[in-house]
């Protein structure tokens, strides 16, 4: 083998793996040639150590302490819409092209741990260091042969997990199953289409799933990040989702695949000891309504054990990366806070169905006009009363937002929450001012009760995958294929833990699809999901005009009888960037299209830009 050579920070583990008993965390010093690393069994278990270095965490760890992805979406308005140099403002502002885009581009760090922008740059970084690992890892120097089949499992699911990524942002991708070489003739490369890029994902999940020495589930704390059977399932069963909806098929039916990927996957998972977590175990902190467990679950971390309190979470992160400090940075005149933040929207609040299991907007067409100001109300809900709007919902809202009237605990205080004009914490569409919410509402869910005030902070770690989201990946898949009570089981399965009905049996399949995509709204909210789901939901040709151009705030007004009056409001008279065709897809680095196109004579970007 030609020794190459790397440096240090090339094999150095990602930021937090500190402990030296922990396998993540054993690092060669030097410069040293592949062949001495081969040679040693700690360097090589080093060297697999990078492959997961580029990990990214989510939450509010982008740029400003900003969710971005959820900013980005229908779900959140951010309060640093007014903020220059900051990611969002850029996202808002429409400032954005192939050669600088925000959420490509920014490699900030500002809570600690790994980065979370440049996917394009770190994450074909990390797939070669993949695929390196595997192509010399079975004549490697290892501890046993145990260690050798384990650690070739991981690197495949690594491999899996970044090319998913990949998929989410960019759509089509070359298939690289081996190093490129220098001398490699890229004219020959090619972006092939999600589903070769989708089977590639599976067969490396396969592969890595048939490793006898791979867990289903990481038990003690100093494997915490390490790869699992789990994992790949629930990558398979992603990125068969992606691959079958209408952003990625090209016109091709992959839905009965996508349906029969994503049923085994959660009859694989429920066989190895996953479930949803369904009963709190701290009402005293989180309450004994529908949602505690949910909220519950959204605040805390995984544990790590044999026998686990939370047997829903498939894979966190190892670093804290939520960061919720106080109610999601709430200002409006608190004391010991620094800003608000991202708030729900009221397209969000929509969301969330009456406790009776009815929606309150008709899904077909939420909305009468295009600002969102005329609200098109489902008329088989007779529960639901503008005049009262938050009363009798999906236990779920409750978990999700704090609203007007909500009493939080802050500084070891009840403080009632006054979103209504001239209140406390009325909302502010002053671009200059980031302390107010600019919605009405407040982010709750991955707040924990009571750890509101100087010096409190949620940072529990951001989780990736969990049984709940795969069952509605199986829901979704199975209904576009045809198979509705297997759909309906999926979702009532996930509707069930909060105590929401059943859906409805005799839903057609065009409202039953409808209700799922809600559903995946509403469970999945503030996870990132959102974002992606709006998007690979549209067709090529289409784009994000109905659901993210413009968005409302509900402005409340108190009457002198203390009760109160809701009018919808913009948030912007103009309207918000991000909703045109291009955006369906990040675009790809112009330096890199600009090398590639002339080589292989084939278009290389994305749509529109």
Not at 527 to 536: N, S
Request: proline share 5%; glycine share 6%; charged share 25%.
């Amino acid at each position: 083998m030609k020794a190459k050579y790397i440096f240090l920070t090339m094999i150095v583990p990602i930021c937090g793996f500190t402990a030296c008993s922990d396998v993540l965390n054993v690092a060669p010093d030097g410069t040293l040639t592949m062949e001495e690393i081969y040679a040693d069994p700690d360097k090589v278990e080093s060297l697999l150590n990078t492959c997961y270095m580029e990990i990214p965490q989510k939450g509010y760890c982008y740029r400003f302490f900003e969710p971005a992805v959820v900013s980005a979406s229908d779900d959140g308005w951010t309060s640093e819409d007014g903020t220059g140099g900051n990611l969002i403002y850029d996202i808002y502002k429409d400032n954005v092209s192939a050669s600088n885009h925000a959420m490509r581009d920014y490699n900030s760090n500002d809570v600690g741990g790994s980065a979370n922008s440049a996917y394009w740059s770190r994450f074909w970084t990390q797939i070669r260091l993949c695929s390196q690992f595997l192509e010399n890892i079975e004549t490697a120097a290892v501890k046993n042969e145990a260690n050798r089949d384990r650690m070739a499992a991981e690197a495949r699911v690594l491999r899996a997990f970044y090319y998913t990524e990949l998929i989410k942002w960019f759509g089509k991708l070359p298939i690289l199953d081996k190093t490129v070489p220098f001398d490699t003739d890229f004219s020959v490369l090619e972006r092939q289409s999600v589903y070769e890029v989708a089977k590639f994902v599976v067969e490396d999940c396969n592969a890595a799933i048939q490793s006898k020495e791979l867990p289903w589930r990481i038990t003690t704390e100093s494997e915490a990040l390490r790869a699992t059977k789990a994992l790949a399932w629930a990558l398979k069963s992603t990125v068969m989702l992606y691959a079958a909806s209408p952003l990625h098929n090209e016109g091709q039916d992959h839905w009965e695949e996508a349906y029969q990927t994503c049923k085994q996957a959660v009859s694989e998972l429920k066989a190895n000891g996953y479930e949803l977590f369904g009963t709190c175990t701290n009402p005293t902190l989180f309450g004994d309504y529908g949602a505690a467990a949910f909220h519950q679950l959204a605040c805390q971390n995984a544990d790590y054990s044999a026998t686990p309190r939370d047997k829903e979470t498939i894979y966190q992160h190892k670093q804290g990366g939520l960061f919720v400090w106080h109610i999601g940075y709430i200002g409006s005149n608190m004391a010991n806070t620094y800003k608000v933040g991202t708030c729900p929207t009221q397209e969000l609040i929509d969301a969330f169905e009456t406790a009776d299991g009815q929606p309150v907007l008709d899904l077909t067409k939420p909305y009468l006009d295009e600002r969102h100001l005329q609200p098109n109300y489902n008329r088989a809900n007779t529960t639901y009363n503008p005049n009262d709007p938050y009363k009798n919902r999906d236990p779920r809202l409750y978990a999700t937002a704090y609203m007007n009237e909500d009493i939080i605990i802050w500084d070891n205080e009840p403080v009632t929450i006054e979103a209504y004009v001239g209140g406390k914490h009325a909302l502010s569409f002053e671009q200059s001012n980031r302390s107010f919410s600019r919605t009405g509402y407040f982010h709750r869910k991955m707040v924990t009760p009571r750890a509101c005030g100087t010096n409190q902070v949620n940072n529990a770690n951001w989780k990736y995958y969990r049984l709940a989201g795969i069952l509605l990946n199986y829901a979704e898949a199975a209904a576009e294929a045809g198979h509705a009570d297997e759909a309906r089981a999926a979702a009532n399965e996930v509707r069930a833990r909060v105590g929401m009905p059943a859906l409805p049996a005799d839903l057609s399949k065009e409202q039953l699809i409808l209700r799922i995509h809600n559903e995946r709204r509403v469970e999945l909210a503030w996870e990132e999901a959102r974002y992606f789901d709006l998007r690979r939901w549209q067709k090529p040709d289409g784009d994000l005009n109905e659901t993210c151009k413009w968005l409302t705030a509900m402005l409340i007004t108190r009457n002198p009888d203390g009760t109160f009056s809701y009018q919808r409001s913009n948030i912007l008279t103009t309207p918000r960037g991000g909703w045109q065709n291009r955006d369906l897809l990040l675009p790809l680095p112009l330096a890199e299209v600009s090398r590639l196109e002339p080589l292989t004579g084939k278009k290389w970007q994305n749509p529109g830009w």
